[in-house]
């Protein structure tokens, strides 16, 4: 598995798969070809379909500014669903041309090339990593700052600071976000209500929302948020941490890291064994992985055993199976915003049960996410970030009974 630094990534929203890995890819083409003048790009499948609402051609512009791009667009489903083709032009001269995959979570893997990517952690599974631990005496962070060295410490608290920025600056922003659907901002509304009264367990539903909505939000006007995994989830991790940190005063920065980590170690299994790509394998893919990170997140910042941590990941994922990806109009808005909040009260809820619960389970974390990657590959590509399916299909401009 790669270091948690390819996990957790802080850039502009709103999507990593869409937006911020496509960029990335064209800065790289352009920094070994710096004489290109223009791209021709063909997006394929998911990116094709939901390039638009995700602001694909607007990032990849960006990237290689001044070069031009025309862009085009392709379903051909011998491809990966994530595809971009590119040629890039010296006037009339084709210089070069790179197939890329957007893998999730900004990863990108150009086809024919040898992959440049470093495998920090000797482990293939939880089951591994849980042995491994129990062998050494380890905890799960000690496990992290094992193969990851020391310097993770810092890399993790400039996470936490972008986590962080991005809670408050969404709770104090309100008007209407970005595109057709006119979707207003919610999180600074729902902040303000949870502060009228004393702490209750609406007040704690509210809050957790409310935080989750803010990096949400933010992620849908194109602001700075971190991935976790994704940026269509980059909300639910950074909810529980933000809510825990605040309620209770013995949760100190260094816990926080350590949550940081072990989430991160759960995100980075689900990637390398499954998925975290909406494209790829449904929303189950990317909520359902936020869940499980911020569960274990939860569960490392009371202290919770090895067992428990895991446990906590495993419930939040298998409540989550099955979980369509159907943005209206490709937007990252409807459903995304008001599910990340979902899924960080859903993460509390499983850390919750986990406690009491670990002595009698039944499923691992490695089979349930190996469960998650097959249902996503059986599911149908209309409910895998294609805006054909779901909501996206039924959703008509207004909905009538909404009244
Ligand atoms: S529905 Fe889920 S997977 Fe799809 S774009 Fe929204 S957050 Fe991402």
Not at 233 to 248: D, E, N, W
Not at 290 to 303: G, P, V
Request: with cysteine.
């Amino acid at each position: 598995m790669l270091s948690l630094k390819s996990l957790y990534q802080i850039g502009h929203g709103p999507s990593s798969s869409h937006t911020m890995g496509p960029a990335r890819a064209m800065k790289i083409i352009k920094e070994e070809h710096p004489e290109i003048t223009h791209f021709h790009v063909t997006l394929f499948n998911s990116l094709a379909l939901t390039g638009k609402g995700h602001l694909t051609e607007d990032a990849m512009l960006e990237s290689v500014f001044p070069s031009t791009i025309e862009f085009s667009t392709k379903i051909d489903t011998s491809k990966f669903a994530n595809t971009i083709v590119v040629l890039g032009y010296k006037g009339d001269e084709l210089i070069v041309t790179e197939e890329v995959k957007s893998t999730g979570g900004g990863r990108m893997v150009f086809v024919g090339r040898e992959s440049e990517e470093v495998h920090v952690y000797p482990h293939k599974s939880f089951n591994e990593i849980k042995t491994y631990c129990r062998n050494n005496n380890l905890s799960l962070y000690d496990y992290v700052l094992q193969f990851e060295g020391p310097e993770i410490v810092q890399f993790l608290k400039e996470i936490w600071n972008a986590m962080k920025a991005s809670v408050e600056r969404g709770i104090s922003t309100d008007g209407i976000l970005p595109g057709p659907l006119k979707v207003q901002r919610k999180a600074k509304t729902l902040h303000e209500k949870a502060m009228i009264k004393e702490p209750t367990e609406i007040t704690e539903n509210r809050l957790v929302s409310a935080y989750a909505f803010a990096v949400s939000e933010e992620n849908a006007a194109g602001g700075i948020i971190v991935t976790a995994p994704t940026c269509g989830a980059c909300g639910v991790l950074p909810a529980v941490l933000y809510y825990m940190k605040k309620k209770h005063r013995f949760i100190t920065e260094d816990r926080i890291i350590k949550a940081l980590a072990v989430a991160g170690l759960f995100g980075n299994l689900i990637k390398h064994n499954a998925s975290i790509s909406g494209a790829v394998a449904g929303c189950q893919a990317e909520v359902g992985s936020a869940c499980s990170m911020a569960a274990s997140a939860h569960a490392t910042l009371f202290n919770l055993n090895i067992n428990q941590v895991e446990y906590a990941a495993e419930i939040a994922m298998e409540h989550h199976l099955g979980l369509t990806c159907d943005p209206i109009n490709g937007y990252v808005q409807i459903p995304c915003i008001e599910r990340n909040a979902v899924a960080a009260l859903r993460a509390i809820d499983a850390c919750g049960l986990a406690y009491f619960l670990s002595d009698s389970r039944k499923i691992s974390f490695d089979t349930v996410i190996e469960t998650m990657y097959q249902t996503g590959l059986s599911m149908h590509t209309d409910y895998k970030e294609t805006s054909i399916g779901g909501l996206a299909k039924n959703y008509k401009g207004t909905d009538e009974n909404c009244w």
